[in-house]
């Protein structure tokens, strides 16, 4: 706003009257007061723009045309492409798997029901799937993965646009290993604690199983107990698809140290077995239990009968699982019955060497017959709850001519082989390489319990 520097003098009278003639009076007023209020030379500041109160008052209307200016550019700028990704359950349809991928696109779904290929995704879970989508959400590529059967390859199924439509191939390829560590402390039960370290059960299992002729997992496994683990996992186009096998492990428990690393005198793609750092073979002439890591609910020891509603020794152990679990033989030998027996149900008892023999009871299914040879680890039958059985599990007994004596204690006693001495330096070196990755390992749980 423009101002002018007003003086007062001899003549400030005609200096007002000029100013009411060339100014609102409102304003000329001030300035008149200014001039007249002060002898001498008085100076003050007016403003010289107009009242904003006496101004005219005016309203333009305009109507502003809608530009199409956002849509030149999305459709002359560079094309986006958006990824999610998933895994496929047992539940999904063409429909409801798209729509969870964020994908609306009635012509890929139709193509999923239609296609025999592409139906492979549909009603099968745990399979790794990817999708790529323009910004109108419609499909530029679908590809799923997973890796059927344990012989190192994984199957890739790709579904995309063609210029006559929908199509489909299905590939095979090599999986991949990569190296996992991980660790964790007992605060419940072996799962809960691999849970925490987010370790699959997979593997899990195979801890357990390495160890088991030394610890017994279902009766001595204590609070504060942990483990390390370093383990493979084996990936297809750098997606995890299942796990691979335990390259060493340690487990305290009670306060004694375990460890065992994987092993092979042929070569890393030969057969091998777990061995301790010293060199000792954990394959042990007998399993320490008939069946993978389960819950024992009664062990070698008395008890009160739930049938007999009397207090009796218990001459083995119970493994308590759902009907139709496989069960298997601890260690070679023949089978030397094969059928119903009393309060057993369905038995299978098998002769082992130094008259050494197996029951397992209760059984629900019965898959050899007697006679019959059968190696370590072979199946035998099923759990079930024939006989005297208050609910599904395996009554499994060892006995030593004839006498009951705890499984867990002859699997201990069980002779094993050690390494080989033309294999001994190979085996050192990486006893070595084992211990720095248990260490690396074992650090994690340190670091996160600072």
Same mark, same amino acid.
């Given at each position: 706003m423009p101002y002018r520097l007003v003086t007062a003098a001899q003549n400030s009278i005609q200096w007002s009257r000029q100013l009411l003639e060339h100014y609102p009076k409102h304003v000329a007023a001030v300035l008149a007061s200014a001039l007249l209020g002060a002898g001498g030379a008085t100076y003050a500041l007016a403003a010289l723009a107009p009242d904003p109160a006496d101004l005219t008052v005016q309203e333009v209307l305009e109507v502003v045309q809608r530009t199409e200016?956002?849509?030149?550019?999305?459709?002359?700028?560079?094309?986006?492409?958006?990824? #999610?990704?998933?895994?496929?359950?047992?539940?999904?349809?063409?429909?409801?798997?798209?729509?969870?991928?964020?994908?609306?696109?009635?012509?890929?779904?139709?193509?999923?029901?239609?296609?025999?290929?592409?139906?492979?995704?549909?009603?099968?879970?745990? #399979?790794?799937?990817?999708?790529?989508?323009?910004e109108q959400n419609t499909l530029r590529k679908l590809t799923a993965r997973w890796s059927p059967d344990d012989d190192g390859q994984f199957k890739r199924l790709v579904v995309e646009p063609s210029p006559s439509g929908f199509v489909s191939r299905l590939e095979t390829a090599a999986l991949t290993a990569s190296t996992r560590l991980a660790s964790g402390t007992i605060q419940s039960s072996l799962f809960a604690a691999t849970d925490e370290a987010r370790v699959p059960d997979a593997i899990a299992i195979q801890v357990a199983e390495m160890f088991a002729g030394d610890i017994d997992f279902h009766r001595a496994l204590r609070k504060g107990d942990r483990f390390s683990v370093v383990y493979e996992t084996l990936e297809g186009d750098g997606e995890p698809l299942r796990s691979g096998r335990v390259l060493s492990a340690e487990f305290v428990n009670s306060g004694t140290s375990f460890q065992a690393m994987w092993f092979s005198e042929t070569g890393a793609t030969g057969k091998g077995g777990y061995y301790t750092l010293g060199g000792q073979s954990l394959r042990r002439a007998y399993l320490a239990s008939p069946m993978e890591f389960s819950r024992v609910t009664s062990g070698f020891k008395m008890r009160f009968h739930p049938i007999l509603q009397t207090w009796r020794a218990h001459l083995g152990v119970d493994y308590a699982a759902p009907t139709g679990t496989p069960v298997r033989s601890v260690g070679d030998g023949t089978v030397e019955f094969a059928g119903v027996q009393n309060g057993f149900g369905n038995v299978v008892m098998v002769k082992h060497r130094n008259q050494h023999t197996t029951v397992y009871a209760h059984l629900s299914r019965i898959s050899v017959r007697k006679g019959q040879n059968v190696s370590q680890g072979q199946n035998v039958g099923a759990v079930g709850a024939t006989g005297w059985a208050t609910g599904p599990h395996l009554h499994f007994e060892f006995r030593v001519n004839g006498q009951h004596h705890d499984p867990m204690t002859i699997a201990r006693q069980s002779e094993s082989v050690p390494v080989s001495a033309a294999a001994r330096p190979v085996f050192n070196q990486a006893a070595a390489k084992t211990r720095v990755a248990l260490a690396g390992a074992a650090s994690l749980q340190r670091g996160t319990a600072e």
């Open positions: 200016q956002r849509t030149d550019l999305a459709s002359n700028g560079p094309a986006f492409t958006l990824f #999610r990704s998933d895994i496929t359950r047992s539940t999904d349809t063409a429909d409801s798997l798209l729509r969870r991928l964020g994908v609306d696109d009635t012509a890929a779904a139709n193509f999923l029901r239609s296609d025999p290929v592409a139906r492979l995704l549909l009603g099968r879970s745990g #399979r790794s799937i990817n999708a790529e989508t323009t």
